[in-house]
């Protein structure tokens, strides 16, 4: 539950590897923060925690949780506010069921997720539950502008400890594919709203025989907001999916289906569907109405599927019906071979900002069935951004690898404030019932938008606020001042919603002096261009939207860095606060696994390091806290300790875990705090505790190191007991004792 005393700092509780590492590197922060009176408080924004707050007349007094996201929602837009927000999971349908089952099995009397709801009551819950599903997090803490970059302590060590970098081939078969005609980029139109047409609009539906249907009601748009409008064709879709299905196995290559189906939680997963549908053809043929009669949609992938199969009666018929259909389709990019988990088995397994730079880093190899590496053939049906990745492909093949010893690096300003753009579009997403016309109507009447659409369609319209973009500007502005280096604009003038930004971006350049110190460039060209730019070991701002920003701050630091995981990524709220992000959480699962299995946490905390010294520092300057600032920079200088000792965890058990590197973030934070000069107070209070985790190291790691190799229960995955999470993360007793 929420504390009613305001926190000076707010740590997220959240899911999965990045929250068993809180429960280690958390108490760590609270005693230290103890001595500037920093009071660090938790609100829970986990999978978990979010459907227990949406189902509190299904609880017990005891079992209801507050909805701290809300409450998130609101303090981050307050001058106050200073979060840092770990990784939590956006979760698609078979996450969201699964975690709803694990609740069930603990003994909260929550409602089983209704597929197909046909009652006013199983509308209310779906709707609950599907508030929750995908990215319902990030689009309400990010009440400002994304400032990414790798932090230089992390940088330096990455090129002093260069990573492994896949060789590439001139004739390596890997290349992408997308659509080229009626998908959400060949089909957008975008207007700037007057203040005429400000207010509540509305999208209306009417089917070829006139009956008109009311999509939604009530969209906010302010004067000033360009909003766009686009669909995705469903037989156009198909087609291009059947057909890249047949290139794929004509060229003797692995097929790849590269989605967000997280963030983009409505559109996505219908892709994605498609996807398995047209892949298992002849099943779907010959068994569809079975198959949706156990409950299948193809929405929530091959897993799920094979799951219902298996409580079939034909299941036998089905299960080598499949076998046959995958035979005679190309060989998949798998997950995980040795379980024999495909691309297209979970919808939030192949996120496309880990799987492409992942695919790219490789030198164009992805994993198959038989557990070798082979040239893949990277579907991305919408060409909005695929240009990025191809271009990304094109140009390693000419160039061969970059060297990360060597390399310059790519800094990232992101417009996402207010839900900007694609990724604010879930509720004005619709799959069309019926053929016939989609309008979108201003508050005064005027059509905004008009698209002539097919049943199955997919449309959606997505918009990006005034006030948003203007600041995106100027944030993009300070970043140049402050880096001196090459900065573009990733905008396309030959598309409609970059057309708009254009126009608000030129002439803030022009009035502010700097127009000359920007480019503006489409992502195909600026890819190439910022390519070219950090092999030279130069360093270039890439200042994009939304979804580019999550693209980019993956693709550039998994190339640069050997990870995304480590970046430093500050929002800086509209309205004063700080958000400080501390990484991506898309091998979280895997880890989690390692945890359980082997007690192994290779999760590595650094972005964890970087936000709180940021965080720290904010708090110094924005409460003219004197203390707060010394603790961010002895956090700074503990972070660079770690890097310059090589204190980072390793992936394999019986070496040095995540709980390692706490320890020595703590000594080396102490030892800092007891050697600085601007508080001698201070220093004299953390000398002795510098001491006691100096004088006891050996113990402490040998304590840490005996506690790895079996098992362990955490009471479970989504919702892990806080007993015995702890007991697991905290096993040294030396440790514990000196840090309380």
């Not at 779906?126 to 929750?132: E, F, G, L, N």
């Not at 005027?446 to 995106?472: N, Y």
């Amino acid at each position: 539950m929420a504390d009613a005393k305001q926190p000076d700092i707010v740590y997220t509780t959240v899911d999965e590897a990045p929250e068993l590492a809180s429960a280690s590197f958390l108490p760590i922060i609270r005693f230290f923060a103890e001595a500037a009176e920093v009071d660090v408080q938790t609100r829970d924004i986990s999978l978990a925690g979010r459907i227990l707050a949406a189902f509190p007349d299904h609880l017990t007094e005891d079992q209801k949780q507050s909805d701290d996201l809300a409450w998130l929602g609101e303090w981050v837009k307050t001058p106050e506010a200073n979060v840092i927000k770990l990784p939590n999971i956006s979760a698609s349908e078979p996450q969201l069921t699964a975690a709803i089952k694990e609740l069930q099995g603990q003994g909260y009397a929550l409602p089983d997720y209704p597929y197909e709801p046909s009652t006013d009551e199983e509308k209310q819950i779906r709707a609950r539950y599907d508030a929750i599903k995908g990215s319902a997090v990030n689009p309400v803490l990010r009440e400002g502008n994304s400032d990414r970059r790798a932090a230089q302590a992390v940088k330096n060590y990455a090129q002093a400890n260069p990573h492994s970098m896949g060789e590439w081939s001139a004739d390596s078969k890997t290349h992408v594919s997308s659509m080229s005609a009626n998908d959400f980029y060949s089909n957008e139109k975008s207007v700037t709203l007057d203040e005429a047409q400000a207010g509540k609009a509305r999208i209306v539906h009417t089917a070829a025989d006139g009956t008109q249907t009311v999509l939604k009601e009530g969209v906010d748009l302010p004067a000033g907001t360009v909003v766009d409008a686009t669909f995705m064709s469903a037989t156009a879709l198909d087609g291009f999916l059947a057909e890249q299905i047949a290139l794929t196995k004509q060229a003797g290559i692995l097929f790849s289906l590269h989605m967000k189906a997280t963030m983009m939680k409505v559109s996505d997963p219908i892709i994605f569907g498609h996807a398995v549908k047209e892949f298992l053809k002849p099943v779907f043929e010959k068994y569809g109405d079975k198959l949706k009669a156990a409950g299948v949609s193809p929405n929530a992938g091959i897993g799920d599927m094979m799951a219902r199969v298996a409580e079939m009666p034909e299941r036998a018929e089905i299960e080598k019906a499949v076998e046959a259909c995958m035979a005679e389709r190309p060989p998949m990019y798998m997950v995980n071979s040795d379980k024999g988990i495909t691309n297209l088995h979970v919808p939030s397994d192949v996120i496309i900002d880990a799987s492409m730079p992942a695919v790219i880093r490789a030198g164009g190899k992805g994993w198959g069935p038989d557990n070798k590496q082979h040239d893949v053939n990277c579907v991305i049906p919408d060409s909005s951004y695929a240009p990025v990745y191809d271009e990304t492909i094109k140009y390693f093949k000419e160039t061969g690898a970059l060297d990360p010893a060597t390399c310059g690096t790519v800094q990232n300003v992101g417009l996402m404030a207010q839900k900007a753009e694609e990724y604010g579009s879930h509720p004005t997403t619709f799959e069309i019932p019926a053929a016939g016309t989609v309008r979108m109507i201003a508050a005064n009447g005027d059509v905004l938008h008009e698209h002539h659409v097919e049943e199955r369609d997919i449309w959606r319209s997505s918009s990006a606020r005034k006030a948003p973009i203007e600041d995106w500007v100027k944030l993009a502005i300070e970043r140049q001042k402050a880096m001196g280096c090459e900065a573009i604009f990733w905008l396309d003038a030959n598309r409609a919603h970059d057309a708009r930004l254009i126009e608000y971006v030129k002439p803030i350049l022009e009035r502010e002096g700097v127009a000359d110190k920007f480019k503006i460039m489409a992502p195909r060209e600026a890819t190439r261009a910022s390519l070219e730019t950090i092999r030279k070991g130069e360093n270039s701002i890439a200042i994009t939207g939304n979804v580019l920003r999550d693209y980019l701050t993956d693709l550039f630091p998994i190339l640069e860095l050997g990870t995304s995981a480590k970046m430093l990524s500050i929002v800086k709220l509209m309205n004063g606060g700080g958000l400080f992000e501390t990484g991506a959480g898309g091998s979280a699962p895997k880890h989690v696994q390692q945890l359980v299995e082997e007690n192994h946490l290779r999760w590595d905390s650094l972005g964890e390091f970087c936000a709180l010294a940021e965080s720290l520092a904010f708090l110094g300057e924005t409460k003219d806290n004197r203390t707060a600032r010394i603790l961010g920079k002895a956090a700074d200088a503990a972070t660079q300790g770690i890097l310059d000792n090589d204190r980072s965890p390793s992936r394999k058990v019986g070496e040095p875990d995540n709980r390692d590197s706490h320890f020595w973030f703590a000594l080396y934070w102490a030892k800092a705090l007891a050697g600085q000069t601007d508080d001698p107070d201070l220093a004299g209070r953390f000398k002795p505790y510098a001491e006691q985790l100096e004088a006891n190291a050996d113990t402490i790691v040998s304590e840490l190191a005996a506690a790895q190799g079996k098992a362990v229960d955490l009471g479970g995955y989504y919702h892990p007991d806080d007993a015995k999470t702890s007991a697991v993360m905290r096993p040294s007793e030396t440790l514990n004792k000196i840090i309380g």
